[in-house]
T-cell receptor, first 114, second 115 residues
Framework: DAGITQSPRYKITETGRQVTLMCHQT?????MFWYRQDLGHGLRLIYYSAAADITDKGEVPDGYVVSRSKTENFPLTLESATRSQTSVYFC?????????????FGEGSWLTVV | AQSVTQPDIHITVSEGASLELRCNYSYGATPYLFWYVQSPGQGLQLLLKYFSGDTLVQGIKGFEAEFKRSQSSFNLRKPSVHWSDAAEYFCAVGALNTGFQKLVFGTGTRLLVSP
């Protein structure tokens, strides 16, 4: 099915471990984003990508790494997870032109760092 | 930089009553404005958006919003709320100078619908 999918949906990890959250979209959208959602903060942009091999920092990038070797994939890596990175992570995508006015969100990845 | 304020953390409305959720933004030029809804355990769904033109915008599920430049507001309204509207609502702003795709979100308003 077309759309934007995230995996895993739920993850518990230990402090200091590396964790990668995957995001895949089937629309060939040029833009992809990673947001985190925390109570009292709404959604905050971590990283975004305008195209394959082009990435840039958002509002809260520290502790995260992204890559975009293929247009359809945009993995987010926590190199050494900390408890403050316990959050719900949302991947999103949008195109350009007429399709660029709507940003589509995945269903979220719930990450708990213990 | 642009910012968004949603002053109400929670709102409770009786089913069938009208609804207005407040959103105020800060940005020097004409913003791109959005309302998203999030049901529990789900991602965000776009309700409506304003880019230019008519300041009253119609969206899905019977929602509308009005852009008021003088008040820096983009309030969301619905004339008659249904129990299925209970969710969290987010206002967001995008800016031309940073690319409208980079949205700044408000902290959200949780809507509760009472019978």
């Amino acid at each position: 099915d077309a759309g934007i999918t995230q995996s895993p949906r739920y993850k518990i990890t230990e402090t200091g471990r590396q964790v990668t959250l995957m995001c895949h979209q089937t629309w060939s959208h040029s833009y992809m984003f990673w947001y985190r959602q925390d109570l009292g903060h709404g959604l905050r942009l971590i990283y975004y990508s305008a195209a394959a091999d082009i990435t840039d920092k958002g509002e809260v990038p520290d502790g995260y790494v992204v890559s975009r070797s293929k247009t359809e994939n945009f993995p987010l890596t926590l190199e050494s997870a900390t408890r403050s990175q316990t959050s719900v992570y949302f991947c999103a995508s949008t195109g350009t032109g007429d399709s660029g006015n709507t940003i589509y969100f995945g269903e979220g990845s719930w990450l708990t760092v213990v | 930089a642009q910012s968004v304020t949603q002053p109400d953390i929670h709102i409770t409305v009786s089913e069938g009553a009208s609804l207005e959720l407040r959103c105020n933004y800060s940005y020097g030029a004409t913003p791109y404005l959005f309302w998203y809804v999030q049901s529990p355990g789900q991602g965000l769904q776009l309700l409506l958006k304003y880019f230019s033109g008519d300041t009253l915008v119609q969206g899905i599920k019977g929602f509308e919003a009005e852009f008021k430049r003088s008040q820096s507001s983009f309030n969301l309204r619905k004339p008659s709320v249904h129990w299925s509207d209970a969710a969290e609502y987010f206002c967001a702003v995008g800016a031309l100078n940073t690319g409208f795709q980079k949205l700044v979100f408000g902290t959200g308003t949780r809507l509760l619908v009472s019978p």
